[in-house]
C-alpha cells in the first residue's frame, strides 16, 4: 500500500513538470525506480554454517524469489518429519546465488561468528536451553498422561469393564513418559533470527564474505549472472551431469530446458565426454548447453543435441 502511494504521488509529480524539460522528468522517474526496488527488495541475512549459506526468515525466503533465486530446501516439516517429499526451512544458496546477492550488496551475516561469542554466554545459553527442555518434559509428561487416560476412560465407557479401573488407578504410579518420546521446538525467533534492533546491526550490506578465487567458481559464477540476467532461473545440475539446470521460468510451473556445462575457452574436453552429456540430455529430453566466459565478460553458448548414431 506505501509503495502503491509513492507511485501515485511520484506520477502526479512527474505530471506537473514542463514536458520543456524532459532530462529532469527521466531522472526523477529513474531514482523513483530505484527507490522501489530498493524497498521491494530488503537485505536478507545469511547465515553461515561452517561454509554453507542458509536462509531462514520467512520473509528472506520470499525475497530471493522474488530475485529470481531458488536454492535447495533443507529441513524437516515439524508435522511431517519423517519423509522428504516435502522439505521445509533452511534455504540452502549456491555459492553463485550467494555471490550474485553480495556482488547487488543484498546480503549480510545475520549472526556474529562463533569465535565471537564468549565462553560465558555460550554456557548460559546451553543452561537455559537445558532448563527448557526440563520444564518441556515435565509439561508433555502430564499431557501424555491425561491422553492415557483419556483413552482408559473412553474403553470404559464403551466396553463397561472393571478390570480398566485397577489400570486407571496404577498409571499415575507407573506411567514414564519415554524421554526419546519428548517433541523439540526449534525457536527460530530467540536464537537472533527477527528483525530486532541488535539483529539489524548486522544486516550491514558491506560484511566481508567468504572469497572464491579459484577459476572454476570464477566462471560458473559468469555464466550463472549471465544467465540470470537474460531472465533464467537456475538450481543445482548435478544429478544430471552439468553445472546448472536452466528453467525458462519458476521451477514451481517450468521443467529444465538446458543442462549448462561450463567451461573454459581454452579448456579441451573428451570427445566421449560430449557424447555422455549430450546423451544424457537426450534421454531426460533437454539440450545441452557448453558454456564459456570470453575475455570481454560475454558467454558463448554452444548447443548440442544427440541425432543418434552413425
Given at each position: 500500500?506505501?509503495?502503491?502511494?509513492?507511485?501515485?504521488?511520484?506520477?502526479?509529480?512527474?505530471?506537473?513538470?514542463?514536458?520543456?524539460?524532459?532530462?529532469?522528468?527521466?531522472?526523477?522517474?529513474?531514482?523513483?525506480?530505484?527507490?522501489?526496488?530498493?524497498?521491494?527488495?530488503?537485505?536478507?541475512?545469511?547465515?553461515?554454517?561452517?561454509?554453507?549459506?542458509?536462509?531462514?526468515?520467512?520473509?528472506?525466503?520470499?525475497?530471493?524469489?522474488?530475485?529470481?533465486?531458488?536454492?535447495?530446501?533443507?529441513?524437516?516439516?515439524?508435522?511431517?518429519?519423517?519423509?522428504?517429499?516435502?522439505?521445509?526451512?533452511?534455504?540452502?544458496?549456491?555459492?553463485?546465488?550467494?555471490?550474485?546477492?553480495?556482488?547487488?550488496?543484498?546480503?549480510?551475516?545475520?549472526?556474529?561468528?562463533?569465535?565471537?561469542?564468549?565462553?560465558?554466554?555460550?554456557?548460559?545459553?546451553?543452561?537455559?536451553?537445558?532448563?527448557?527442555?526440563?520444564?518441556?518434559?515435565?509439561?508433555?509428561?502430564?499431557?501424555?498422561?491425561?491422553?492415557?487416560?483419556?483413552?482408559?476412560?473412553?474403553?470404559?465407557?464403551?466396553?463397561?469393564?472393571?478390570?480398566?479401573?485397577?489400570?486407571?488407578?496404577?498409571?499415575?504410579?507407573?506411567?514414564?513418559?519415554?524421554?526419546?518420546?519428548?517433541?523439540?521446538?526449534?525457536?527460530?525467533?530467540?536464537?537472533?533470527?527477527?528483525?530486532?534492533?541488535?539483529?539489524?546491526?548486522?544486516?550491514?550490506?558491506d560484511w566481508p564474505f567468504r572469497e572464491q578465487d579459484e577459476a572454476c567458481r570464477d566462471i560458473r559464477y559468469q555464466v550463472f549472472r549471465d544467465l540470470r540476467g537474460r531472465g533464467f532461473y537456475l538450481t543445482s545440475a548435478g544429478k544430471f551431469g552439468g553445472d546448472f539446470l536452466v528453467y525458462p521460468g519458476d521451477p514451481l510451473r517450468f521443467h529444465a530446458h538446458f543442462i549448462a556445462v561450463c567451461l573454459s575457452l581454452n579448456e579441451s574436453v573428451c570427445l566421449l565426454d560430449i557424447l555422455a552429456v549430450a546423451r544424457?540430455?537426450?534421454?531426460?529430453?533437454?539440450?545441452?548447453?557448453?558454456?564459456?566466459?570470453?575475455?570481454?565478460?560475454?558467454?558463448?553458448?554452444?548447443?548440442?543435441?544427440?541425432?543418434?548414431?552413425?
Amino acid at each position: 500500500m506505501k509503495l502503491d502511494q509513492k507511485r501515485k504521488a511520484s506520477v502526479r509529480t512527474v505530471r506537473s513538470l514542463s514536458l520543456a524539460d524532459p532530462v529532469l522528468v527521466l531522472v526523477l522517474v529513474l531514482v523513483m525506480d530505484e527507490s522501489h526496488d530498493e524497498d521491494l527488495f530488503p537485505t536478507v541475512g545469511v547465515s553461515l554454517c561452517d561454509s554453507a549459506p542458509l536462509l531462514w526468515r520467512v520473509q528472506d525466503l520470499k525475497t530471493v524469489r522474488s530475485r529470481g533465486l531458488v536454492g535447495a530446501l533443507l529441513g524437516s516439516l515439524p508435522r511431517t518429519p519423517r519423509q522428504n517429499g516435502r522439505l521445509g526451512r533452511p534455504l540452502l544458496l549456491l555459492p553463485e546465488e550467494e555471490r550474485l546477492l553480495s556482488e547487488h550488496h543484498a546480503a549480510a551475516a545475520a549472526l556474529p561468528a562463533a569465535d565471537q561469542v564468549r565462553g560465558a554466554e555460550l554456557c548460559r545459553w546451553v543452561e537455559k536451553f537445558e532448563e527448557e527442555q526440563r520444564r518441556s518434559y515435565e509439561e508433555q509428561s502430564i499431557l501424555a498422561l491425561q491422553d492415557r487416560k483419556s483413552a482408559l476412560f473412553r474403553a470404559m465407557t464403551s466396553t463397561g469393564e472393571t478390570v480398566l479401573h485397577g489400570r486407571l488407578r496404577a498409571l499415575d504410579q507407573s506411567f514414564t513418559f519415554p524421554q526419546l518420546a519428548l517433541a523439540i521446538q526449534v525457536s527460530t525467533a530467540r536464537a537472533g533470527l527477527t528483525y530486532c534492533p541488535e539483529a539489524r546491526a548486522f544486516l550491514q550490506a558491506d560484511w566481508p564474505f567468504r572469497e572464491q578465487d579459484e577459476a572454476c567458481r570464477d566462471i560458473r559464477y559468469q555464466v550463472f549472472r549471465d544467465l540470470r540476467g537474460r531472465g533464467f532461473y537456475l538450481t543445482s545440475a548435478g544429478k544430471f551431469g552439468g553445472d546448472f539446470l536452466v528453467y525458462p521460468g519458476d521451477p514451481l510451473r517450468f521443467h529444465a530446458h538446458f543442462i549448462a556445462v561450463c567451461l573454459s575457452l581454452n579448456e579441451s574436453v573428451c570427445l566421449l565426454d560430449i557424447l555422455a552429456v549430450a546423451r544424457l540430455g537426450s534421454s531426460v529430453k533437454k539440450t545441452v548447453l557448453l558454456c564459456s566466459p570470453g575475455t570481454d565478460g560475454a558467454v558463448a553458448y554452444t548447443s548440442l543435441q544427440w541425432s543418434g548414431m552413425v
